[in-house]
Nanobody, 121 residues
Framework: VQLQASGGGLVQAGGSLRLSCADSGRIFSRAIVAWFRQAPGKEREFVSSITRHSDMTYYAEAVRGRFAISRDNSKSTAYLQMNSLKPEDTAVYYC???????????????WGQGTLVTVSS
């Protein structure tokens, strides 16, 4: 699994962005995929995760109802649609993949390089 995150940028509060996480490996469809974020001076925190066949999705309380995770195994790509963005959503967003479902960074073996999301007030 080799992950590449993209789609970050600068957006005004209330706006939307869609992040993508593409895998150049061959086992994407067998991996659980998650998004984490890390704001300056803070620890990396769980945002969302999705099971192998999209049957289950999980969200942090701070983003539930505003963010939506999805995946397209035929394209080896996962997405994070972020709506109603708030300044407190500003962070570097990382995609991760692994074989076990969880909300801790240590639950995932593979990480993308991160993409910066900045939400202005």
């Amino acid at each position: 699994v080799q992950l590449q995150a993209s789609g970050g940028g600068l957006v005004q509060a209330g706006g939307s962005l869609r992040l993508s996480c593409a895998d150049s490996g061959r086992i994407f469809s067998r991996a659980i995929v998650a998004w984490f974020r890390q704001a300056p001076g803070k620890e990396r925190e769980f945002v969302s995760s999705i099971t192998r066949h999209s049957d289950m999705t999980y969200y942090a309380e701070a983003v539930r109802g505003r963010f939506a995770i999805s995946r397209d195994n035929s394209k080896s790509t996962a997405y994070l649609q972020m709506n109603s963005l708030k300044p407190e959503d500003t962070a570097v967003y990382y995609c991760a993949a692994g074989s076990h479902l969880g909300d801790r960074p240590t639950d995932y073996n593979y990480w993308g390089q991160g993409t910066l999301v900045t939400v202005s007030s």
